[in-house]
């Protein structure tokens, strides 16, 4: 079974930073998911990703197989930026290959 | 293009009830997966249902019971309400049910 890390479990800084998210996985993956999760439960896919960079706005993903880690960035922060981001590796081929994280509790402050 | 909805959003019971929650996917997706997230950990996988057959379940009781209609939205029962059910379920889909999941906001379900 898959076993996924994130650092920090919580994290404020101020708004305007540059903000980075770890996430680190044991089994080797197919994909990993970043997730966002807002106040009130509902989840958004930010990025699904089994290779290299992908970029949205001020969001920034990365993944490095070979170390098993993957990070998320979040350039010039805002505050609406505040949530829950979790990452989630998928090992498998179905919905129960999905290993979650427990999330990083972000909250950007004006 | 309607995202992944659940129903209701909010629901409160009492232990011993019995509960149902729903979900439609995507258009198109074929693949509904549920979840059950509870306060301050990450979510955790209770069934995936692909073309209305069950694909995989996660260890959880018999009283976690799922299925999926012949237009792929999908119904998970919970009987016999216990408070540690109090929690967020999210319903997930995908087409293929392999990658590339879509998630719901969830039904938060509050067991008193």
């Known amino acids: 079974k898959n076993e996924v890390e994130q650092s920090p479990q919580n994290l404020t800084a101020q708004e305007g930073e540059f903000i980075t998210i770890n996430c680190s996985y044991s089994?080797?993956?197919?994909?990993l998911h970043w997730l966002q999760q807002h106040p009130g439960g509902g989840i958004v896919s930010l990025f699904m990703l089994s290779s290299g960079k992908k970029k949205h706005g001020r969001l920034i993903a990365t993944i490095n197989i070979q170390e098993k880690h993957s990070s998320l960035h979040i350039t010039a922060s805002h505050p609406r930026d505040s949530a829950v981001y979790i990452c989630?590796?998928?090992?498998?081929?179905?919905?129960?290959?999905?290993?979650f994280g427990k999330g990083t509790h972000l909250i950007i402050q004006p | 293009d309607a995202g992944v909805t659940q129903s209701p959003t909010h629901l409160i019971k009492t232990r011993g009830q019995q509960v149902t929650l729903r979900c439609s996917p995507i258009s198109g997706h074929k693949s509904v997966s549920w979840y059950q997230q509870v306060l301050g950990q990450g979510p955790q996988f209770i069934f995936q249902?692909?073309?209305?057959?069950?694909?995989g379940r996660g260890n959880f009781p018999d009283r976690f019971s799922a299925r999926q209609f012949p237009n792929y939205s999908s119904e998970l029962n919970v009987n016999a309400l216990l408070l540690g059910d109090s929690a967020l379920y999210l319903c997930?889909?995908?087409?293929?049910?392999?990658?590339?999941?879509?998630f719901g906001s969830g039904t938060r379900l509050t067991v008193v």
């Open positions: 089994v080797g993956i197919s994909a």
């Open positions: 249902y692909y073309e209305k057959e069950e694909r």
């Open positions: 997930a889909s995908s087409l293929s049910g392999v990658f590339g999941y879509t």
């Open positions: 989630a590796a998928h090992s498998g081929g179905g919905a129960d290959g999905l290993t």
